[in-house]
Structures are given as structure tokens and as C-alpha cells.
């Protein structure tokens, strides 16, 4: 109930007037974090966005970005102001059609205070009007726009939307999006979903791009340049919209070689992960030198130097593995990074021994044993591996490593079932590492958190004994190195970022 609302009817007209001071007094500021114990500063308190549209135009020869974007939102509190997470230069601000006051504060704070206070649970319509040059804006040090000779591109993790669109940035908050991009005839604008249309005027194109699925702000992508676009359909019908820059020289033919197998590639984790999420696929390889790919959803960003040595089809199923792993099941905070990056580096095992390069059991083995125990890879808990070893290896090969215990202790079928299981469980959500343990045991009745705790949570190399009852390394004879060991590790370095959060 509202305090407004308490005036009695007679009187309404009269009180309603009084009563504005007093109902103002209960609206209180938006948190500006959504309470992330890693990024204290990610995300808003206060609302709920459920639609982003995105109108823009982007000038590649100037890395020029204007636009406007409009948020769909429903308070979740009485609000007097609340935030977006935004870098760029803001012109004007609306909420529900008037203008409001609006400031900068903190790295990438957008401080917003109505004309009106807003109730709990009202819907919102906030329009931000806003221009600037990306790539010379810097939170913390670091940028998420990479520019690139013909364009831009906007890919990260924790965080890329800051540098392009204004948000409620955290995985917490998903919403769908339409994106319309005008650029100059002759290049493409790529983004999440479906293409719906372009259109051409005036030496200008619209790309516009729906992407109709909750989406998380940081797997929201556009990129901008020369692309060649290919599109075709999975055997299962889904539209694939692939895009590889003009301008990736020897590694062209390796990156379409690679990327295109993407509809295969998701047909067959279908087989583990149950039914593709989402009614778009595809991928792009823009012209960069950034050494990471990022699962954005549908359409996951590949960075040309993954395929600088040939074919590489295992991080393309890295990637799409993220589409159930990490896109339509997210992280509640970020320290639940295995949920999604254990899972992703444990489905190029499962690759591996679909192309007969050794399998999962064996890249078990080779990890557990090939690390010795002062290696600072055990000092890491992928459970919970800090802000600052977030990417870390450790995340991904002993993540996964967590993984074939599991497996082991539980028995093929289970595992399966909880594999298949748990994308349809909290199919378009969020879910922790605790949440996994708690499904894990409901689905093999087997209590788990020894285990857990082992493989996930322990500074330091799990013991003889303790690899012994997972059955992993069992033999005394030193396990080979898997055939597919190098393609896999070569994906190692792919979310290693180099900004170094120092939060
Ligand atoms: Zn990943």
C-alpha cells in the first residue's frame, strides 16, 4: 500500500496536495549496485528493466555513436532517483514523458532523479538521448570498445554495455531487445537474434536487429565494419546469420571454416544440453586483435586470432555450449563464473572425444596430473575464484576437472540427466553454484558436498586418496597428452582479459 493512497475519498482532491511531502519523504534513491559482492557498483537497485530499444547511427571514420534508447522498467520500490550504468555523453533524459534532471557520478554511474517520484511496482518508460566517440571512454582504466580499422566492436565480461547503451548492468537484469543501427552503405552492423530488415537511404543503412529471449546487458553485442554475412538454417530449422570482417587476411578462411560449423555444432549439443534456447544463431569475427571470444547471445564473438593456427571448432562449441551454460541460465552474481565457464570448457571435452581426440576421462587425467602441487592453478577455487581470477584457467580446466568427479561419483546417467536437466530448470534465469549442488543432489539422491568442497572450493591440489575415490588419474603411469589438448588450451587464453579489474 501507498500513503497516497490513504487519503480518504471526500477529501482527496484537498489531501492529495498535503499529502505530496509526506509520500515524497517515503521514495528513497536507487541502490547504485545491485548488491554484486564482487562489483559493488554493477547493476541498480530500485527497478526491473524488461525491453531495451536502441536506436543509433555510428560513423566508422570518426567512431562517432548517437543515439536513443528507451527502457521498458517496473519499479521494485518507491524511487525518488535511481541509476544506469552509462560512459557515454547524455543530452536529455525522459521518464514517462518528462524531461528529468540527470547527472554523472562515480565510473559509470547515470544518476536520474524525475520530475515525479515513482511508486513501487509502476511501470516506467525512460528515453536517454545521448552521443560520444566510445573508444575514448574509460572506466576504471580499461575500455570495452574495441575499435577496430572499419568500425567497432563492443564485447566483454563483466562488462560492455556502458560504452554503447545505457543499462541496468547485471545478469541479474535481463530484458529483450530491438537494435537499429544506421551506418554508411556498404558496411554492417551486427548484433544479437534476427535480422528483421535493413533498409538503405541517403547513403545510409538500418540494420535492425530483435533479440526476443531475456538477454543479459553484457551479452548484448554490436559490431560495426566490413562484413561478409552468411546465412543459412540448422537441421532443426533455426536461423544462423554469420558474419566474418573482409579484412582478416590468412585467417579468413580458417574463421569461416571454423564458424560456419556452428548449426552443426549446436545440433549436437542439443543432444547434451537439451533443446537450443533461443530462435537465432550464429557468430562473427570482426577485425581485431583482442584475444578472447565472448558467448553474446545467439551470436557469439570470436576474436580472428582463435583460428591464427587453423580450424578451431572447440572454441566454437565453447561458445555455443555458453548459450544454455551462462545465456539462458546466468550467473546470480559473478562469483557463480563456473556455472558457466566449467560447463563451456567441459563441452570441448565432450567434443574432443566426438572427434576421437582423446576423451573427457583422459583431458581429466591429463589436467589432474600435469599440474603439480605448487602450481598457483590449485590455489584457485573455482567456487568462488575472486574478482581478480575470475577468468582464471584454474576456472575452466579444474572447473571442468570438478566436473568428471561429479561424473564419476554419480554415474553416466545421472550426470546426463543433470546435464539435460538444468538449462530447462532455470531456462531463461539465473542460478548459483549452490543451486547446481542442491539439483545435482536432488537428481542422484547422493549427498555431494564433500565433493564439491574438494574440487571446487579447496586452495590447493586435491589429494592421492581423494582423486582416487573420484577416479581420476587412477593408473601410476603418467597420463599422454590428449591430441586435442593444444586446441583446447589455446581457447585458455580466450577470456583472459587484460583490463585487471582492481575492484
Ligand atoms: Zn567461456
Redo the contacts with the bound molecule.
Sequence with gaps: MHRRMTAPGALAAASLLLAIPASAASHAPGAPGIGDPYYPAYGNGGYDVSHYDLRLKYQPATDRLEGTATLLARTTQDLSRFNLDFLLDVSEVRVNGAAAKFRTSGEHELEITPRTPLDKGSAVTVVVRYSGVPSAKQAYGFTSWHRTPDGGVAANEPEAAWWWFPSNDHPLDKATYDVSVQVPDGTQAISNGTLQSTSSRLGWTRWNWRSNKPQATYLATLAVGRFDVTTGRTESGIPVVNAYSKDLGDNYGAARASVERTGEIADWLTGYFGPYPYNALGGYVPNTDTGY???TQTRPFYSPRQFANGTNTSVVV??LA?QWY?DSVSVAEWKDIWI??GF??YAQWLWSEHEGEGTAQEIADWVYASRPADDAFWAVQPGDPGPENQFHVAV?DRGALALQALRNEIGDEDFFAILKGWPQRYAHGNASVADFRQYAEEVSGKPLAALFDTWLYEPSKPGASAARDASIARTSKAPAQPKSWKKIAATNN??EHGHGHGR
Design positions: 571470444a565472448l558467448e565453447h561458445e555458453h551462462g558457466n565457464e563451456a570448457r575452466y580466450v577470456h
